[in-house]
């Protein structure tokens, strides 16, 4: 097969699980793998200490770098909606660790941003790489808090709400998004399911800013 990314060949030796799935199949070349940086760490989630959003993150966890060869990754898979690129990731994704006992919740776009994207990008990489997930929350505004000053991002209206019909167990939840950058995003949502009786709440991200 070829390479995702570059087209090239992908030789992989084959294994047992790939006989019989999808299952640690390769999408990209080694030479395309090895432009992106494992990261692995966990966002400075202390950041928003002496906030009202203090510890509404249990756990964090981001498995990249935002180096040049994930910035054209993301390019190419969120703004030229290139839905095959969901898959790139998938063994990776899996293979977390912080989704282990968890329960999945992709952070969703809003409606109108949805309309332009074509499909939904975080819980397409969900799909393909297999994690069982629920959706939980709605977006309820476009803005992108991301710009913003950190004072304003503390104060602003809150950026999530509840699915209509969506039931919060006492579980353990994973919010699952593309970006960690200042972090505003995952507290809001965590701030939400934590208030309607989340155990607790951890954060993966593909990648932190
Ligand atoms: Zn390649």
């Not at 991301?146 to 699915?163: A, D, T």
């Not at 579980?171 to 989340?198: M, N, P, Q, R, S």
Request: glycine share 6%.
């Amino acid at each position: 097969m070829e390479c995702l990314l570059c087209n090239g060949p992908v030789f992989r030796p084959p294994t047992w699980t790939g006989l019989f799935s999808d299952r640690g199949k390769s999408f990209i070349c080694v030479k395309c793998e090895a432009e992106f940086e494992p990261d692995g760490r966990r966002p400075p989630l202390e950041d928003w200490n002496g906030t009202p959003y203090e510890g509404v993150l249990d756990d964090a966890n981001s498995l990249y770098a935002y180096n040049d060869a994930m910035k054209s990754y993301l390019r190419q898979y969120k703004f030229l909606k290139d839905a095959a690129l969901a898959a790139v990731f998938s063994e990776t994704l899996r293979k977390a660790a912080i989704l282990k006992g968890r329960t999945a919740v992709p952070v969703p776009m809003h409606q109108d941003r949805l309309a332009e994207r074509t499909f939904p990008q975080v819980e397409e990489l969900l799909v393909q790489a297999d994690i069982p997930f629920v959706r939980l929350l709605e977006k309820t505004t476009t803005r992108n808090l991301g710009r913003l000053g950190r004072k304003e991002r503390m104060e602003s209206e809150p950026l999530f709400s509840l699915s209509e019909g969506a039931e919060v167990r006492r579980a353990d939840y994973v919010l699952v998004d593309d970006l960690y950058t200042t972090g505003t995003t995952l507290h809001h949502a965590a701030h939400i399911l934590k208030k309607y009786g989340a155990r607790s709440v951890a954060a993966l991200t593909l990648i932190r800013a």
